[in-house]
């Protein structure tokens, strides 16, 4: 069972910058779509990235292109998302995410495993 685990979130000034980390077991990280996805309250889920292996591409949604960025590295099964010049409406909760596939629209995806996400917060 692939088990995924987020950390990283936090309370930070607009402007600033967080790391999300999100460690998977259970299987190897390379054999999967990795993403990010987030919600805020009163709002639905958003795919926030998505690194697909099978079209070797990282996607992004269009609000935070320019300022995140998702990595991996596979020898460590960690996925990472760099987010920087954080805004007010960045506050969520950020899951990270995975599937065998994943569609080349990020809205249409809807991954299988989720973590049990990661709050950050932006705030002044």
């Known amino acids: 069972q692939l088990q995924l685990v987020e950390s990283g979130g936090g309370l930070v000034k607009p402007g600033g910058s967080l790391r999300l980390s999100c460690v998977v077991s259970?299987?190897?990280?390379?054999?999967?779509?990795i993403g990010w996805f987030r919600q805020a309250p009163g709002k639905e889920r958003e795919g926030v990235a998505c690194d697909s292996f099978s079209r070797n591409s990282i996607d992004y949604t269009d609000s935070v292109k320019g300022r995140f960025t998702m990595s991996r590295d596979n020898a460590k099964n960690t996925v990472y998302l760099q987010m920087n010049s954080l805004k007010f409406e960045d506050t969520a909760v950020y899951y990270c995410?995975?599937?065998?596939?994943?569609?080349?629209?990020?809205?249409?995806?809807?991954?299988?495993?989720w973590g049990q996400g990661t709050q950050v917060t932006v705030s002044s």
């Open positions: 259970g299987s190897t990280l390379e054999n999967y779509e």
């Open positions: 995410t995975a599937d065998r596939w994943s569609p080349a629209v990020l809205s249409y995806w809807n991954p299988y495993h």
